[in-house]
């Protein structure tokens, strides 16, 4: 059964800072990984899509990475600001397209 | 507007009694899914449907029961509720059928409170 970690659980930083979150799967069998972003009370936000065959993802100032022997990703949010706190989700898509979430990363940036 | 709704938005209801959540999306995604968040647990998959009239059961389908006779629509019932279904529930929609590459787009979520 796969299993998605993500570390760490909460993170507050101040304005600026360059950051990463970490998420690692424990079934290296996947088609993609996604990183979602969830604001309090609102669905998912999908961020950034790795397919299986790819190294990294950038979109503005995320950057997602995948090693999929390794079962591990990162997403690096640089320069960061009041409005990317938020719950940062990993998942893996696997047989069916179906989706394994991890508990997520609750970031908080401070002024 | 194109998009994925859901309704109601919040829902109380009392064990034992039938309930309904509604999930429509404008975009013809083969693929829609019903997720259940609660804390400690993250999303769990309830049920999912790869096309009309095809739906499949997740890791935690007991007492939900879905339909899909319309691509745009993925209503989730609960037969009979209980309090351990009080939890906040999304429905989401992906790509077309043969790609495992198309994001998830979510609702926004249906908050029921079973009393």
């Known amino acids: 059964k796969q299993e998605v970690t993500q570390i760490p659980a909460a993170l507050s930083v101040p304005e600026g800072e360059n950051l990463v979150l970490n998420c690692s799967f424990t079934?290296?069998?996947?088609?993609?990984l996604q990183w979602f972003r969830q604001d309090p009370g609102k669905g998912l936000t999908s961020l950034l899509l790795i397919q299986s065959s790819q190294r990294e993802q950038t979109s503005g100032r995320l950057n997602a990475s995948l090693d999929k022997s390794s079962g591990r990703s990162t997403l690096y949010i640089a320069a960061s600001q009041p409005g990317d706190s938020a719950t940062y989700l990993c998942?893996?898509?696997?047989?069916?397209?179906?989706?394994?979430f991890g508990t997520g990363t609750q970031l908080k940036v401070e002024l | 507007d194109a998009g994925i709704t859901q309704s109601p938005r919040y829902k109380i209801t009392e064990t034992g009694r039938q309930v309904t959540l509604m999930c429509h999306q404008t975009w013809s995604h083969s693929y829609m899914f019903w997720y259940r968040q609660d804390l400690g647990h993250g999303l769990r998959l309830i049920y999912y449907s790869a096309a009309a009239d095809i739906t499949d059961k997740g890791e935690v389908s007991d007492g939900y029961v879905v339909s899909r006779s319309k691509t745009e629509n993925f209503p989730l019932t609960l037969e009979s509720a209980t309090r351990s279904q009080t939890s906040v529930y999304f429905c989401?929609?992906?790509?077309?059928?043969?790609?495992?590459?198309?994001?998830?787009?979510f609702g926004n979520g249906t908050r029921l409170t079973v009393t």
């Open positions: 079934d290296s069998a996947i088609y993609n």
């Open positions: 989401a929609s992906s790509g077309d059928r043969s790609s495992y590459n198309s994001p998830l787009h």
């Open positions: 998942a893996v898509t696997g047989g069916g397209n179906k989706l394994t």
